[in-house]
């Protein structure tokens, strides 16, 4: 059975780092698109980040590029989501997702994932 697990969230001070895991058990993860994705309350949920099945292509939101990196380790069916220089408005809940069929192009559009994790709550706050 699919599982996708987050973890590392929590709370830090803005201009902090916090790294996010993503698990995937029951699926190989080499074939498979990830991305992550926030939602903060009362807010729409928000692509932030995909990477393709090899690594090679990687998208990100314009409000977290150049601050945060995704990357993955398919030995270790793991995604991550590497985020420096945090700010208040990066607080919702990360939730990653697996996208079963891969499109041609890499998108991180919430309707294009099949599967997806519980989510791990990211607060930015002093």
């Known amino acids: 059975q699919l599982q996708l697990v987050e973890s590392g969230g929590g709370l830090v001070q803005p201009g902090g780092s916090l790294r996010l895991s993503c698990a995937v058990s029951g699926f190989t993860l080499d074939y498979y698109t990830i991305g992550w994705f926030r939602q903060a309350p009362g807010k729409e949920r928000e692509g932030v980040s995909c990477?393709?099945?090899?690594?090679?292509?990687?998208n990100y939101s314009d409000s977290v590029l150049g601050r945060f990196t995704i990357s993955r380790d398919n030995a270790k069916n793991t995604v991550y989501l590497q985020m420096n220089s945090l700010k208040p408005e990066d607080t919702a809940i990360y939730y990653c997702?697996?996208?079963?069929?891969?499109?041609?192009?890499?998108?991180?559009?919430?309707?294009?994932?099949?599967?997806w994790g519980q989510g791990t709550q990211v607060t930015v706050s002093s």
């Open positions: 997702a697996l996208q079963e069929i891969v499109r041609p192009s890499l998108h991180c559009r919430g309707e294009e994932y099949d599967y």
């Open positions: 990477i393709s099945p090899s690594g090679g292509s990687t």
